[in-house]
């Protein structure tokens, strides 16, 4: 339920609201919503300032996924790829980017200006398996370092995953996780 929700913005509204009361009450003499106003309210803002200034957004789905997907999901989907998917598209706080441990331990960067970001996903079926696939905006590491890669990334992202690197256009990295046969 709280996945899709900024809590940033919740603390900005609650503490607005509450610092608003606490100024009103101030001004009509109430010394009891004066200090919750004060104590409670201008906290508030400033923890949802802080959140909000340190916000990562949802990445969203580049297209919607169909029943028969999600069935697959349901069967195939290996704990990794729904810890994947559940990641990131939540609101995360104190990252530069979605996806940025496992890019930094794969060497797909060597600082954080170099990071590909991570704009999209989306599910599909691939030959009667589930797959996740990420898409990746990358236009400092070109196509063959992710293929370079794609062995480490098999062994990263756990048993029963196989990865598949393509580049649908330039600077468009696709990795797609796909869920190998049982």
């Known amino acids: 339920m709280f996945r899709q929700v900024s809590l940033g913005m919740l603390g900005l509204t609650i503490g607005g609201i509450l610092t ?12 009891t919503l004066n200090l919750i106003g004060f104590f ?16 990562l957004k949802p990445v969203p789905f580049s ?20 810890k994947i998917r559940k990641d ?3 609101y995360s706080y104190g990252q530069n980017a979605h996806f940025e441990r496992a890019l930094s331990y794969l060497s797909l960067s060597s600082s954080d200006n170099e990071l590909p970001v ?15 696939i ?8 070109p196509i063959d370092v992710w293929q370079q890669k794609q062995e480490k990334m098999t ?6 995953v196989k990865v598949e690197v393509t580049q649908p256009g330039e600077n468009k990295i696709e990795l797609a996780l796909i869920t190998t046969s049982k």
């Open 134 to 141: 990420l898409e990746f905006d990358s236009p400092l590491i």
């Open 20 to 31: 608003i009361i606490g100024i009103a009450a101030y001004a009509n003499d109430n010394a």
């Open 118 to 132: 991570l704009t999209g996903l989306r599910e599909e079926e691939i030959n009667e398996n589930y797959a996740l």
């Open 88 to 90: 990131i598209t939540r």
């Open 155 to 160: 062994n990263y992202f756990g048993p029963g």
């Open 63 to 82: 297209k919607a996924t169909t029943p028969q997907v999600l069935a697959l999901r349901e069967q195939q989907a290996t704990t990794t790829q729904n």
């Open 40 to 55: 409670y309210g201008i906290p508030l803002v400033l923890g949802g300032l802080a959140l909000k200034a340190n916000e």
